[in-house]
């Protein structure tokens, strides 16, 4: 038996190599004696894939790869909590949500005023790098 990773075949007529389980040449993935484990997993992954996306379409949620993507969440929060009943639980919500807020205005500013910065100083040197005096 290999010591080295999972001896099934893949598709692509590569080893799949992924750590194989205790005293099993296998992977849980490639396992004959876990297949049943396996399908479950991969149905409720299935699913979970499925809800992910339904959620975050009902949403129009995209991750939080973007600080309008993360304002969005924010947006979410604050509309949701506004909805509820008047309490010091609401109130925190809130004050933290402006807080957040406030957080992520700055940095899309700074990141607006930087690509500024930026295309001014392109459209100066075009081919040069840009030099910084070091003794300043
Ligand atoms: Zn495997």
Not at 1 to 11: E, F, V
Not at 44 to 72: H, M, N, P, W
């Amino acid at each position: 038996m290999s010591p080295r990773g999972c001896r099934h075949i893949l598709a692509n007529g590569k080893p799949c190599r992924a750590t194989p389980m205790r005293d099993e040449p296998f992977c849980f993935w490639h396992s004959p004696a876990h297949e049943e484990e396996a399908a479950e997993a991969r149905r409720l992954g299935g699913l979970r894939r499925r809800r992910e996306k339904t959620v975050s379409g009902a949403y129009d949620f995209t991750g939080l790869g973007s600080v309008e993507a993360i304002r969005r969440i924010l947006e979410i929060a604050i509309l949701d909590s506004l909805g509820l009943d008047n309490s010091l639980a609401r109130a925190r919500v809130l004050i933290a949500g402006a807080q957040a807020a406030t957080r992520l205005l700055e940095t899309g500013e700074l990141e607006a005023r930087i690509a500024a910065l930026e295309t001014a100083l392109e459209s100066r040197r075009p081919t040069e790098p840009v030099e910084f005096d070091e003794a300043a």
